[in-house]
T-cell receptor, first 115, second 112 residues
Framework: AQSVSQHNHHVILSEAASLELGCNYS??????LFWYVQYPGQHLQLLLK??????LVKGIKGFEAEFIKSKFSFNLRKPSVQWSDTAEYFC?????????????FGSGTRLQVQP | DSGVTQTPKHLITATGQRVTLRCSPR?????VYWYQQSLDQGLQFLIQ???????AKGNILERFSAQQFPDLHSELNLSSLELGDSALYFC???????????FGSGTRLTVV
């Protein structure tokens, strides 16, 4: 079965530090890829998505992610984090060419940004 | 406001009881997905409905069931509740999962 791995469970950074959160998936076929963010007490919101084309995608709030097909990875990056980026971040994968109809989520990475 | 409405926001109930969680999808979305989020299991897909029909099942227990009504709102029924069922239950809607979901704010269920 498809699996999505987020190896960093809890990341603590100071403001202005750079961020990179890892995401790896197991499915070898065509995928659509997503990063969602969940701020404390709120619902999951879409940060960015990749369907095809340029493997470097830009999302909201200065986030970007790079799809590396050979590594089955879709890492999330931000050059300079802010205190307001404190949240939980989820990577999700949708198999495009199978009968699987739902997104598979990683276990999430909790980011804590210290002022 | 994401456009996906879930009620109630919080629910506290006793073991053995039955509860119903409700979800209204974003306008125009025909698909509704239910997920359970717990600390140790992450976000687990439970079930999907599309335009009133069940389309996909994930790790949904036999004690749990769902339906989608003609007005496209969906209900998740949880019965014979156990302490381990305590979790956040999210509903999401989409035109197609290929393009991602819009999530509701969730229902926090506490079983005591």
């Amino acid at each position: 079965a498809q699996s999505v791995s987020q190896h960093n469970h809890h990341v603590i950074l100071s403001e202005a530090a750079s961020l990179e959160l890892g995401c790896n998936y197991s499915y070898g076929g065509t995928v659509n890829l997503f990063w969602y963010v969940q701020y404390p007490g709120q619902h999951l919101q879409l940060l960015l998505k990749y369907f095809s084309g340029d493997p470097l995608v830009k999302g909201i709030k200065g986030f970007e992610a790079e799809f590396i097909k050979s590594k089955f990875s879709f890492n999330l990056r931000k050059p300079s984090v802010q205190w307001s980026d404190t949240a939980e971040y989820f990577c999700a994968v949708k198999e495009v060419d199978t009968g699987r109809r739902a997104l598979t989520f990683g276990s999430g990475t909790r980011l804590q940004v210290q002022p | 406001d994401s456009g996906v409405t879930q009620t109630p926001k919080h629910l506290i109930t006793a073991t053995g009881q039955r509860v119903t969680l409700r979800c209204s999808p974003r306008s125009g979305d025909l698909s509704v997905y239910w997920y359970q989020q717990s600390l140790d299991q992450g976000l687990q897909f439970l079930i999907q409905y599309y335009n009133g029909e069940e389309r996909a099942k994930g790790n949904i227990l036999e004690r749990f069931s769902a339906q989608q009504f003609p007005d496209l709102h969906s209900e998740l029924n949880l019965s014979s509740l156990e302490l381990g069922d305590s979790a956040l239950y999210f509903c999401a809607s989409s035109v197609s999962a290929n393009y991602g979901y819009t999530f509701g704010s969730g229902t926090r269920l506490t079983v005591v």
